[in-house]
């Protein structure tokens, strides 16, 4: 167990809809990562916050946004959700200050969309 | 753009063998990381590489890194069926916050 928590475990939701994915960070942690995982793609870096900032942004598509709250736990939005959104996403945490940065990262939320 | 690939994507190999997974990136960077990841499971941690010429041994799992060839090696001694999962290498870039770039992972099976 990493430390990092991640909610829900599974969406399974329609093509144009918007889902919410919650991830909660290690305790001490400053900076959140969000990842996604398809077969296609493989494991691709979307968006990195930092004590309630963006700092680091990747191919997060315009439809997906995110942010991080001041108890640090962050949300991912996606919307207009299309077949090929469907993937696993992972939320990571680091300690982020100064340094090897080195990411914890949390269970996945799987995301299906019909 | 910063480019890591792992070789080989895909390995069979039995029980007590020895064999290394390969994992090459494009740009200047001393901090590399691997991980496992066994299937519809998270990212697990194996190890962190931050300098030229560091090794790490956990295990029957050893990993190193030569960071002026731009390559780091996951080196599997006497294999066991328990080290059949998805190996990825992932490198740090630093320049903008800490994203990680990820291989393509390996896919090793261990067979009886």
């Known amino acids: 167990d990493s430390g990092v928590t991640q909610t829900p475990k599974h969406l399974i939701t329609a093509t144009g809809q918007r889902v919410t994915l919650r991830c909660s960070p290690r305790?001490?942690?400053?900076?959140v990562y969000w990842y996604q995982q398809s077969l296609d793609q493989g494991l691709q870096f979307l968006i990195q916050?930092?004590?309630?900032?963006?700092?680091a942004k990747g191919n997060i598509l315009e439809r997906f946004s995110a942010q991080q709250f001041p108890d640090l736990h962050s949300e991912l939005n996606l919307s207009s959700l299309e077949l090929g959104d469907s993937a696993l996403y992972f939320c990571?945490?680091?300690?982020?200050?100064?340094?090897?940065?080195?990411?914890?990262f949390g269970p996945g939320t799987r995301l299906t969309v019909l | 753009e910063l480019k890591v690939e792992q070789n080989p994507l895909f390995l069979s190999m039995q029980e007590g063998k020895n064999y290394t997974i390969y994992c090459n990136y494009s740009?200047?960077?001393?901090?590399l990381y691997w991980y496992r990841q066994d299937p519809g499971k998270s990212l697990e941690s194996l190890f962190v590489?931050?300098?030229?010429?560091a090794v790490k041994q956990e295990g029957r799992l050893m990993a190193s890194l030569d960071t002026k060839a731009r390559l780091s090696t996951l080196h599997i001694t006497a294999a066991v069926h328990d080290l059949s999962a998805t190996y990825f290498c992932?490198?740090?870039?630093?320049?903008?916050?800490?994203?990680?770039?990820f291989g393509e992972g390996t896919q090793l099976t261990v067979n009886p």
């Open positions: 990571a945490s680091s300690v982020s200050r100064g340094g090897p940065d080195e990411q914890f």
């Open positions: 305790s001490g942690d400053l900076s």
């Open positions: 916050y930092y004590n309630g900032e963006e700092r």
């Open positions: 740009t200047t960077s001393d901090r």
């Open positions: 590489l931050l300098s030229n010429g």
């Open positions: 992932a490198v740090e870039e630093g320049t903008s916050g800490s994203r990680l770039t």
